[in-house]
C-alpha cells in the first residue's frame, strides 16, 4: 500500500509520462475481465482493481512486469469478480506514478433477465499524412459518441489497425515492431483511448491486422495502396496474431484462433467467430479471377448475366464473361471460411445455448450483394449455404449476425439465395429469392475509407458507388437486392438493446445521430427484431 501512497500524491505530469496509451479491460464475462495498460519503459507494474472509484475499496492487487519483448504492455486475467457488479482498475509504478482509471462492469448471472445494451463499429486506422496533425481519416469520433451511450459493454470489431492504412505515402505495417507502431499511433487518439477505459471493450481482428483480405494459404497480397507483397502467410499470421493480443486483450489458442462465446444473463449469448485463422485461399488467388480488361478480380463474378450487363456502362470490364474456373473456385464445397472444427463447434454451441437471443459477431457481410465476393462469405459460397442450412434444420431461432468489414451501413435479411440466373453452388436452391429467418446488420467504418469511394475507386468512375446503392443495393428482388439500408459514405455504429421478446438494432452517424439511407433523408431503422 505504500507504493500506491507515494503514486498518488505525484503530479499529473508523471501519469502522462509514463502511461501515455491509456488502459482498457475486455473478455468480460460475470466473474472476469482481462486488464491491459503499458508503460513508457519496461520494469515493475502494480495492477488494482477496486470496487470504487477512489480505490478505497481495493478487491485485487497484482504485480506485472512491462517487459520490451511486448513493446512495454501488460495484461491479466482477473477473476472472482461479482456478477453484474462495476469495477475500476489502474496501473502504478512505484514512485512514478499511476494511469489513469478504466471502469468495467461484470456480465449478470446467467438466470437474469435484465436488458442488455452495447454498441459496436470497426475499422479505424489513426496514420497521418506527412505534415497532417491529424489521422488522415479523422479522430475516431464514432468512437466518442458510442461512449456518450453509458453502455454496458462495447465492441470493436475488426480492422483495429490498417496494416496497408489507405493513407497517402504511408507505409504498409508487416513486422511486428511496425504494427506495435500503428497501435500506439490509434492510441494518441483520445477518442480510441475513451472507448477502451469507459466500459468493457471486446475487440476482434479482421484482415488489416495482417494485410488485405488477408488469408494463410496465400504468399502474395495486393495491399490498399496496390502494392504487391510477397511474404508468408502463415510467418505474416503469427506476426499480426503476436501484435494484436499485445495490444487488445482477448482470448485465443492455436485450436481455435479467436473464436469464442460470453453469456450476458438469460437474454444475450455473444458468439465471436474468427474468420480469418482456418480459412483456404480466396478464389481469386493466382489470377483466377481476374478480368481479362482489366487484369485485376472480376467485380461481379457471380452476379447474373443480365445484371453485369446493366451495370457495364460504369464498369465495362462487366461485359467480359467470367471464366469457368472462377466460377467453380467461388462455389467449390472443398473450400472452407470456418474450417471444419469452427464450424462444428459453432453450431454444437448454438444448439446448447439457453440464452434467448443469439448474436454472431461476424467479421464479414452473410448478405448477398454479389460485389467483389472474395473476402467474405460469399466468396466460400459452398460453407455459407451449408451453415445457413444447419442453422434453419436445427431451427436455431432469435439469431442476429453482427458485421463490419465493408466500411458501410447495410441491413438485409440473408438470403440463400437472392437472383435468379446468378452463379451458385450446388447446394443452393433452384429458384431465388429464398430467404432465412435471419438478418445481417453491417456497419461501420469508424476512420477509413468509405464503400462508395472504394467503389469509385475501383470503378474509376465517381459516384459508382452511391449509384449502385440506389440502383441495385435498394430495390426488392428480382431488381436488386433489397437493402433495407444501403448508406456507403458515412461513418457509423450500431446500438444494440436486448431484452426478453426483442432485439433493436438503432444505426447512427460518428455524431450519434440516426444514420441516413442512399437517398441522404429515409431513416436506416430502428430494426426490430421479436419472438
Not at 499511476?98 to 452495447?118: D, E, H, Q, W
Not at 467453380?328 to 448454438?350: A, C, H, V, W
Not at 470503378?459 to 430495390?475: D, E, N
Request: charge should be negative; proline fraction near 7%.
Amino acid at each position: 500500500m505504500a507504493t500506491t501512497a507515494v503514486a498518488l500524491f505525484l503530479p499529473a505530469s508523471a501519469l502522462a509520462l509514463n502511461f501515455t496509451s491509456g488502459v482498457t479491460a475486455g473478455e468480460i464475462t460475470n466473474q472476469s475481465a482481462i486488464i491491459w495498460g503499458r508503460a513508457a519503459n519496461p520494469g515493475p507494474v502494480r495492477a488494482q482493481v477496486a470496487r470504487d472509484a477512489a480505490f478505497q475499496d481495493v478487491v485485487v492487487q497484482r504485480p506485472l512486469q512491462a517487459d520490451a519483448s511486448n513493446d512495454n504492455t501488460f495484461q491479466t486475467r482477473i477473476g472472482g469478480l461479482q456478477a453484474g457488479r462495476a469495477y475500476h482498475y489502474r496501473f502504478c509504478i512505484q514512485g512514478s506514478g499511476c494511469s489513469s482509471v478504466g471502469t468495467f462492469r461484470t456480465a449478470p448471472p446467467l438466470s437474469l433477465r435484465t436488458p442488455i445494451r452495447f454498441a459496436y463499429s470497426g475499422d479505424e486506422t489513426g496514420v497521418k499524412q506527412t505534415g497532417d496533425p491529424n489521422p488522415f481519416w479523422g479522430n475516431f469520433k464514432t468512437f466518442q459518441s458510442m461512449v456518450a451511450e453509458n453502455n454496458l459493454f462495447n465492441i470493436d470489431f475488426g480492422d483495429t489497425i490498417y496494416s496497408d492504412p489507405e493513407v497517402p505515402g504511408a507505409s504498409n505495417a508487416l513486422t511486428v515492431e511496425e504494427k506495435w507502431a500503428m497501435y500506439r499511433r490509434k492510441l494518441q487518439v483520445q477518442n480510441m483511448r475513451s472507448v477502451r477505459s469507459a466500459t468493457g471493450l471486446y475487440n476482434h481482428w479482421d484482415d488489416h491486422e495482417f494485410i488485405n483480405d488477408f488469408t494463410i494459404p496465400e504468399n502474395v497480397y495486393t495491399a490498399s495502396n496496390h502494392d504487391v507483397i510477397n511474404t508468408n502467410g502463415r510467418s505474416l499470421y503469427n506476426r499480426g496474431v503476436r501484435a494484436f493480443r499485445n495490444y487488445e486483450p482477448v482470448t485465443f489458442s492455436d485450436e481455435r484462433g479467436i473464436y469464442r462465446s460470453f453469456r450476458w444473463g438469460k437474454n444475450l449469448e455473444l458468439f465471436f467467430l474468427d474468420e480469418r485463422s482456418f480459412r483456404s485461399a480466396k478464389a481469386s488467388a493466382n489470377g483466377t479471377c481476374d478480368n481479362p480488361d482489366t487484369g485485376k478480380p472480376d467485380l461481379a463474378p457471380t452476379a447474373p448475366t443480365s445484371t453485369r450487363s446493366l451495370f457495364a456502362f460504369v464498369a465495362p470490364s462487366l461485359n467480359q464473361p467470367v471464366s469457368q474456373a472462377c466460377k467453380n473456385k467461388i462455389n467449390s464445397p472443398t473450400r472452407t471460411f470456418l474450417g471444419k472444427p469452427q464450424l462444428n463447434r459453432f453450431l454444437d454451441d448454438l444448439k446448447s445455448s439457453t440464452a434467448t437471443w443469439k448474436v454472431v459477431m461476424n467479421e464479414t457481410p452473410m448478405q448477398q450483394f454479389y460485389a467483389l465476393p472474395y473476402d467474405r462469405w460469399e466468396g466460400y459460397a459452398y460453407e455459407r449455404l451449408q451453415l445457413l442450412n444447419a442453422l434453419q434444420n436445427a431451427n436455431i431461432d432469435h439469431l442476429a449476425f453482427l458485421t463490419t468489414d465493408a466500411h458501410a451501413g447495410f441491413a438485409n435479411v440473408v438470403r440463400k439465395r437472392t437472383l435468379s440466373g446468378d452463379v451458385a453452388p450446388s447446394n443452393a436452391p433452384a429458384t431465388a429469392p429464398v430467404g432465412t429467418p435471419y438478418q445481417d446488420f453491417v456497419i461501420g467504418p469508424v476512420a477509413t475509407k468509405p464503400f462508395w469511394q472504394e467503389i469509385d475507386d475501383e470503378t474509376g468512375s465517381p459516384g459508382s458507388g452511391q449509384l449502385i446503392s440506389g440502383a441495385f443495393f435498394k430495390p426488392e428482388p428480382p431488381d436488386g437486392v433489397g437493402m433495407d439500408c444501403a448508406q456507403g459514405g458515412e461513418n457509423s455504429y450500431a446500438e444494440v438493446t436486448v431484452t426478453s421478446d426483442k432485439l433493436k438494432v438503432e444505426y447512427k452517424d460518428e455524431d450519434g445521430n440516426i444514420l441516413l439511407d442512399s437517398d441522404g433523408s429515409t431513416p436506416c431503422g430502428p430494426y426490430l427484431l421479436t419472438g
